[in-house]
Structure formats: C-alpha cells, structure tokens
C-alpha cells in the first residue's frame, strides 16, 4: 500500500514536472513567434522605407514600385508615371485609376499628351489581380471575403455576369486604414518627396472599375489630399443609403450623418458616356436584383446614383459638391474619357 502511494505520488510529480515544462516551451514558442511577427513587420516597414526612399523619377515614362498598405505589406504595388517635360513645383498632379484590366501602364500612357499639354504628372497604380481581387479592387478591401465563384454566373453572348443575391456571403472589413483608399495618399507623397516638390494635394481620375474605385472612395475616405475627384462610366454604384446593404449602400459600414455630409462636401464628378448605354458591350457590367433598380446600363446608374446623393443632401440640409457630366457621343471608352476629363479639369 505505501510503495503504491509512493509510486503515485512520484508519477504524479513526474507528471505535474511534465505539464510545467510542456507550458514553458508553449510560453517560449508564444514568445518566439510573438518576436519574429515584430521582426517581419520591422524588416517590411524597413524594407518599405528603403524603397520609397530610392524612388526615382525621370522625364518621360518610367514606373516605381511600392509596397501595399496595412495588412497588404507582403504585396506590391506598380506606379506607372509619366513627368512632362516643363514639370515644377506649380505643376498638377493627377492619379489615374485603372479599370478591371489594372494596366496602369496604358492608362498612363493615354494622357501623355495631356501631361504634356497641360503640364501635369500622371502617376497610375498597377494592382495585380492575383493579390487584389474583385473584392481588395473594385471594392477597395472593404469586404474581406465573398463566394463570387457559387453566386456570379455570365450572361450568355453579353458583357454582362448575373449575381444571385441569395447564394451571396459576404464578410466586411470594417477596418478602413487597410482599405485602398490610403494608398492614394501614399503613392502621391511618395512622388513628391522623389521630386523634392511642393505640391500639397492632387487630382484623381478613374474609368470603369476604377470609377467604382472613386466614387466609394469619395464617400468612405473623405480625409484624403485629392481635390477633385473624377469617377468615370462606373458600372454600379455604393449609394449613400443608410438601408440597403453594402456594396450597394452604406447600412452597416457604421458610417454616421455627419460622416456623410462631409462625403457631400467632396468635389465629385460623376462622368459617364453618353453612349455608355443599353447598346454598349464594352467592359463588364454587373446585374442583380438590388444593382438593377439602379438602371439596366451605366448611363441609367449614373443618373440615378447622383439623384439619389442629392435627394439625400436635400433632406439633410447640406452642403452638395457632387456633379453629373454626360459626355455626348462616347461609350465605354477610357481614351476618350480620358480626353474629356482632361478639358473639364485643366482648361
């Protein structure tokens, strides 16, 4: 009976000493992992501080890279510019914001002669699709995560994808200093610390899905250094509707009135193509149950997007700088939106 005492109780301290060390190495490896997640964001922050630091940016055409903003660290992003021959410190700046395509470098180069002519640098991010998808693009990280692959399903013989509302899951990322909207900021004062320039805000233009882009980007990110904000032949839009759902409306964004006056308070210019109608079969547009009371085309959502903003504003009794500019016999073009864009903002 005593040496079975004995026994237990030794194996019970054996045990006990087991469960100890077993903690301390599980403490250890917290602490070891606690150290390299501080070391790898330090070697990113670093590594990000190296490379906008040797920034360069030469007359012409040329890129630079830079890495994405928060929780996109791992991630880099391409900044096609072009700096025209006459730049200075009292010279524009404008972002131009790619479509679905996120060729940067095209976008780009469709306002070189604008740059020239005008006297303004144009900088055009690249987001390669495989790190930012629908959802971190045209949605601007605002949803983390949605079955787009179980819900979308493509219109046959059209340029248009169906998306079933009641098979849709969507999860928000209400985290909006991860939101791509920072980015603009960033890719700006980058280049002007590369140029030694003094410029204090910019310009920004996007087509098609980057008309998406910037128009949400006017009603979540209202704190930015853009001037004038051009959303142009956006396919569907956010409306400033505190009871319907995002990405069609602002109901659980945790967005206030206040929130969206100053939203209202932005200069935003709605363009879209006069052409850019039923018949067009240009570039991707969006059909669903709720997107669809907006209009059947871009021209439609465009005019009842700004009616809507506006019927809003009224009832709140604020300041109102949004505007709708129709661009007469153009489609679903970002050439020729581009050109017009350019007449409305620099002569």
């Known amino acids: 009976m005593l040496y079975k005492c004995i026994y237990r109780h030794a194996k019970l301290r054996t045990s006990l000493f087991s469960i100890f060390d077993k903690t301390k190495i599980y403490i250890k490896m917290k602490q070891v992992t606690y150290i390299l997640v501080l070391m790898v964001l330090f070697l990113f922050t670093i590594q990000a501080y190296n490379q906008e630091s040797n920034i360069i940016i030469n007359e012409g055409s040329g890129a630079f890279t830079l890495h994405g903003g928060k929780g996109n660290e791992h991630k880099k992003i391409t900044i096609h510019y072009y700096k025209p021959k006459g730049f200075n410190g009292s010279s524009e700046v404008l972002l131009v914001i790619p479509g679905s395509g996120r060729n940067g470098d095209s976008y780009r180069d469709s306002w070189i002669e604008e740059s020239e002519k005008y006297n303004i640098l144009i900088l055009s991010p690249s987001y390669p699709e495989t790190a930012y998808p629908y959802e971190d693009y045209h949605l601007g990280g605002v949803v983390a995560d949605v079955n787009t692959r179980e819900s979308i399903t493509f219109i046959k ?32 004062e980058s ?16 087509h098609s899905a980057g008309g998406q882009i910037l128009h949400r980007f006017a009603i979540l990110h209202t704190n930015s250094k853009a001037k004038r904000i051009i959303a142009a032949n956006a396919g569907s839009y956010t409306l400033p509707d505190f009871e319907t ?9 945790n967005l206030s009135i206040e929130n969206l006056k100053k939203s209202f308070a932005q200069q935003l210019t709605i363009f879209v193509g006069e052409l850019d109608n039923e018949n067009e079969k240009g570039g991707i547009l969006l059909r669903s149950k709720t997107v669809d009371k907006q209009g059947l085309h871009r021209l439609a959502r465009a005019r009842y997007f700004y009616k809507t903003a506006k019927t809003q504003a009224t009832k709140m009794n604020c300041k109102f700088n949004w505007t709708l500019k129709v661009i007469p016999n153009v489609g679903h073009h970002m050439r020729k939106m581009g050109n017009a864009a350019g007449i409305y903002l620099y002569e």
Do not use: C, H, M
């Not at 340029?159 to 900021?185: M, P, R």
């Not at 280049?191 to 233009?205: E, H, M, P, T, V």
């Open 191 to 206: 280049a002007i610390k590369a140029l030694n320039g003094s410029q204090r805000g910019y310009d920004i233009f996007g």
């Open 157 to 188: 013989n059209t340029n248009q994808v169906f998306l079933d509302e009641e098979k849709t899951s969507i999860q928000l990322n209400l985290d909006n200093a991860s939101w791509i909207y920072e980015d603009f900021d960033r890719i700006f």
């Open 245 to 253: 759902k995002f990405p069609f409306g602002i109901e659980d964004l």
